[in-house]
């Protein structure tokens, strides 16, 4: 699977992407918005892309994308979708290293993931998941057309997150 843009590359992520991996999950932006992982390691974070990315595109044949500067092939973030056991449909997600947030990388990624959800996965409608204080994630669900549905928790024990929807049809 490859997508791309006018300055982007997505594509699938691979255990050459380890040390990528393992600053993303690393960042305290990551820890704090998405959660911890407890990846302390480039091998915890070799282990986290076998277990859950790579295993996520052998059960489904999506998941989450590392999206690169086209040319210089270097990795910016990562985006996609993923079916989760307690949502009805698939959502998007994105992250993106931090010294690369404000530069529309991730608008112009999941602008493509979103077309290609539709197009290529004939999803009608597509899910997000946000904590209510990620105010920059929220603001890019909202640019791309996404509106708050209610607040869920996906587990008991957590904290409730905002669930956010978009219609694929029109």
Same mark, same amino acid.
């Given at each position: ?36 992982? *407890?990846?302390?390691? $480039? ?10 990315? +790579? #295993?996520?595109?052998?059960?489904? %044949? ?59 996965? *004939?999803?009608?409608? $597509? ?10 994630? +929220? #603001?890019?669900?909202?640019?791309? %057309? ?25």
């Amino acid at each position: 699977m490859k997508i791309t843009t006018d300055r982007l590359l997505i594509r699938e992520l691979t255990l050459n992407d380890t040390e990528f991996i393992f600053e993303l999950l690393n960042q305290s932006s990551w820890k704090k918005y998405i959660g911890n992982k *407890n990846i302390k390691s $480039i091998e915890d974070a070799k282990q986290y892309l076998i277990d859950n990315t +790579i #295993k996520m595109y052998e059960t489904h %044949g999506f998941g989450l994308w590392c999206v690169t500067k086209i040319y210089s092939k270097q990795p910016l973030g990562i985006a996609g979708v993923t079916k989760r056991d307690n949502l009805p449909v698939i959502d998007i997600g994105f992250a993106f290293l931090d010294r690369f947030i404000g530069h529309g990388y991730a608008y112009e990624a999941c602008e493509a993931i979103l077309d290609y959800t539709k197009s290529q996965l *004939n999803s009608e409608q $597509i899910l997000a998941i946000v904590k209510p204080e990620n105010n920059k994630s +929220i #603001k890019l669900l909202d640019k791309l %057309g996404f509106t708050f549905k209610e607040q869920v928790h996906l587990n008991p024990a957590d904290n409730p997150l905002n669930l956010m929807e978009k219609q694929l049809v029109t």
